[in-house]
């Protein structure tokens, strides 16, 4: 009988005690305490024999009891540092096999070919298995991990490589499995994700002034390879500028270009030098300085959410070293605290929620023998 409907039975009216005379009502308890103890320890000895029939015969409440067990075990493993290393290990493992397997010598040799895909496909195995523990222990909330996702699409590419031997070039790609696995470039990818509106602005405007300059230069020198000036044909089409001026961008040889035009145009010195100016120091270094400034709001933003305070108050943080690590050692120790308190507490609720069960078990005892 349930515990709850045992103690709806548990009122004034329904007990025999009510009006009796202080002798008879004090042997009447004693009697219904004595009794009640001996029901208790049956009672309690037949819930041990039965645990797992607490449910009134739900075999489908133990069943997902199970379930849970093992999705936590299974949560234990994939989240285990040492586990974590094992792939890492993998990976880079995997990663070096694919670089070997390009030399001439290997290529060239059946047997080690041979052994390289059985230690690839074993490999393989251990990635699917990986990825099924993760689909397992993660469930719904699986599909909003952008991170086993992008590790399961490339265990489904690797395994389509399989197949398909015009897909065995994609399999060098379970070396990006690093940035799943290394939180370092995890946060340099979800940096420069954050940043991809600035970068894409930057962007704009620098094919804004490509386009602008390239236009000029066109104009200016189209003619100059068509004289001789120039030993290739550097400005003799739109294309052909905008090429050049690309690599004039990356300040690769840009100075011969600068000098065969000015050899014949003097003028045209600093036409370039503002090019170069605008375009590889200016514009490329402030994606650098974009991309830099995400990595430090990413740091303040894991700084804020460990120790619990505002991203104003961790940029106020000490700039020197020694303050900076007084102060984390000092956060660290207030933190450890709070799980010490919060520890100590989550024990005595549930030594107040065990008493509590044997009272209200006790009392439910008591109801029935009355």
């Known amino acids: 009988m349930p515990i709850a409907s045992q103690l709806s039975e548990l009122s004034p009216v329904n007990s025999p005690s009510r009006g009796a005379p202080p002798l008879q009502k004090f042997k009447s308890d004693t009697f219904i305490q004595n009794h009640a103890s001996i029901r208790f320890r049956q ?26 067990i093992y999705r936590r075990k299974v949560g234990e493993i994939v989240h285990d540092e040492r586990f974590d290393v094992f792939i890492l290990i993998l990976i880079a493992i995997n990663s070096v096999l694919y670089g070997v397997a390009t030399f001439p010598s290997i290529k060239q040799n059946a047997d080690l070919i041979s052994d390289f895909e059985k230690v690839d496909l074993a490999i393989l195995i251990v990635f699917t298995v990986e990825s099924c523990m993760n689909i397992f222990y993660e469930g719904k909330r699986f599909v909003r991990d952008g991170w086993l996702i992008f590790d399961l699409l490339i265990v489904i590419v690797s395994w389509a490589a399989t197949r398909f031997k015009s897909l065995q070039v994609f399999r060098i790609f379970r070396a990006f499995r690093f940035l799943t696995k290394v939180q370092i470039l995890r946060n340099v990818v979800v940096a420069l994700f954050s940043v991809v509106p600035a970068i894409a602005a930057i962007t704009v405007l620098l094919l804004l002034i490509l386009y602008i300059f390239s236009v000029m230069y066109t104009q200016l020198f189209k003619d100059y390879f068509e004289k001789g000036y120039t030993t290739a044909d550097y400005f003799g089409t739109l294309d052909l500028t905008v090429f050049t001026l690309f690599q004039i961008m990356c300040l690769d040889e840009w100075s011969g270009i600068a000098f065969e035009v000015a050899d014949h145009a003097y003028w045209a010195w600093p036409i370039f030098i503002v090019f170069v100016v605008m375009s590889a120091f200016v514009v490329v270094n402030l994606i650098i300085a974009v991309i830099c400034d995400a990595l430090q709001i990413l740091r303040s933003a ?56 044997r009272t209200i078990q006790y009392l439910s005892i008591v109801v029935n023998s009355q």
């Open 302 to 357: 894991e700084r804020a959410m460990l120790f619990g305070l505002s991203e104003d108050e961790v940029g106020e943080w000490p700039v020197k070293e020694n303050k900076n690590s007084e102060l984390v050692h000092t956060e660290e120790v207030r933190i450890q605290q709070r799980i010490n308190d919060m520890n100590r507490m989550l024990d005595e609720v549930v030594a107040s929620q065990e008493r509590m069960n």
């Open 43 to 68: 009672i309690t000895n037949q819930s041990n024999n039965n645990t797992p029939n607490d449910n009134d015969g739900d075999d489908h409440s133990y069943e997902l009891r199970n379930i849970n």
